[in-house]
Structures are given as C-alpha cells and as structure tokens.
C-alpha cells in the first residue's frame, strides 16, 4: 500500500525558516517524480515544486522561486521541503504527491496528509 | 501559465441526480487534464486522468470527457459520498496548474 507522511509543520515568523519532511512506503520510491502542493486555508490548491525521481531536476512555482528547494534521498525514502524567508502567503497545509507517471510534469495518483505550515508573528 | 476556470464554482444537487462539470483551458492543453476530488479535512483524491482515464477503484459513474480546452466531468448518478469540492489540474505546461474548484453540495 502507498503511503505518503509529511511533517515538519508548524508556526514559524515570517522571515524564517522551516523543513518540511514527506516519508514514502510501498513503491519504489527512487521511481517516481514527487511534488508538493499547498493549499491555503479556505483555498483552491497550488503546485509549488517537483523533483525527478533522481532528484537531478527540480522545479518551482514562480511564488516560491529562490526560497524554497525540494530536495529527495532516495535510500531514506523521504523527500524534502526546505523553506525560507516565509512569509504570511505562505501558510497552507502541504501535501507531498506522487506523480502518476513517474515524471516530473504528469498528475498526482497519490497524496499524504497535509502538514500545516503557519506564518505570522 | 494556464488557466483554468471552473464553471459552476457550486453545483446545487439532490442524490441520485447527475452532475455535469466544466473545465476550461486558456490555451490547449491536449489531453493532459486530471480531475480530483476533495472532502472537507481530507487530502485530494485522483479520480480522472488524461481527460477520460479513470484512476484505479474510481467508480464507473466518474467519467471525464474533453479535449484542448474544454473538459467535462460528469457524475452520472450521485452518491452522498460525492458531495465535495472538484478540481481539474493540467499538466501540459510548466507550472502545472489547477482550477478553483467547483463544490456540489446538496440541494
């Protein structure tokens, strides 16, 4: 069975920092693509970032371009989400998702959780 | 970037009836369109992907249809499970994209 579980979320001022985890289970994980998206409260969803399954290509949504970096390692089956300088606009939960055909630019067959991340001072 | 807009943003039903809806494309996105749904504290679920590929354990009464730029997704007979928000998604062009979501709720 697939599983995607994220962490990593919480409250955080804006300006900071904050890593975001997502661990995989039940397919091989260095196989597929991952991405995360977010959705704001009360909100319609958004795609921030996707990494190959080498994790040798990224890429981001212009909103978060320069101050997050997606990252994978692939022996821990755990892809990341390393934010910074946050800023109000950016609290949302965020899921991590597979993408279904295994590539980068292809739509999302499984979903974790959600963490939220919430900025404000 | 691609947008999609979703018509109608709520769709008033009672269970049993069929839901019709829409999804329309700024510019061609081919086939590549997805449908999912979503339930309130849930995460989305896959439902359609490639405008009419039903993801796997999706029910025959999820059919998605369309091409270019407008796409259609019908419910044929609703179930009170599927009263929840859906949204499309494209994934022709980078950044991939989704609608704002249409909500069926009960009439």
């Known amino acids: 069975e697939v599983q995607l579980l994220e962490s990593g979320g919480g409250l955080v001022q804006p300006g900071g920092s904050l890593r975001l985890s997502c661990a995989a289970s039940?397919?091989?994980?260095?196989?597929?693509?991952m991405s995360w998206v977010r959705q704001a409260p009360g909100k319609g969803l958004e795609w921030v970032s996707a990494?190959?399954?080498?994790?040798?290509?990224?890429y981001y949504a212009g909103s978060v371009k320069g101050r997050f970096t997606t990252s994978r390692d692939n022996p821990k089956n755990t892809l990341y989400l390393q934010m910074n300088s946050l800023r109000a606009e950016d609290t949302a939960v965020y899921y991590c998702a597979r993408e279904g055909t295994g590539y980068t630019d292809s739509h999302f067959d499984y979903w974790g959780q959600g963490t939220l991340v919430t900025v404000s001072s | 970037e691609i947008v999609l807009t979703q018509s109608p943003a709520t769709l008033s039903l009672s269970p049993g009836e069929r839901a019709t809806l829409s999804c329309r494309a700024s510019q061609s996105v081919s086939s590549y369109l997805a449908w999912y749904q979503q339930k309130p504290g849930q995460a989305p679920r896959l439902l359609i992907y490639?405008?009419?590929d039903r993801a796997t354990g999706i029910p025959a009464r999820f059919s998605g249809s369309g091409s270019g730029t407008d796409f259609t997704l019908t419910i044929s007979s609703l179930e009170p499970e599927d009263f929840a928000v859906y949204y499309c998604q494209q994934r022709s062009n980078w950044p991939l994209t989704f609608g704002g979501g249409t909500k069926v709720d009960i009439k």
């Open positions: 990494t190959s399954g080498s994790g040798g290509s990224t």
């Open positions: 039940g397919f091989t994980f260095s196989s597929y693509a």
């Open positions: 490639d405008a009419s």
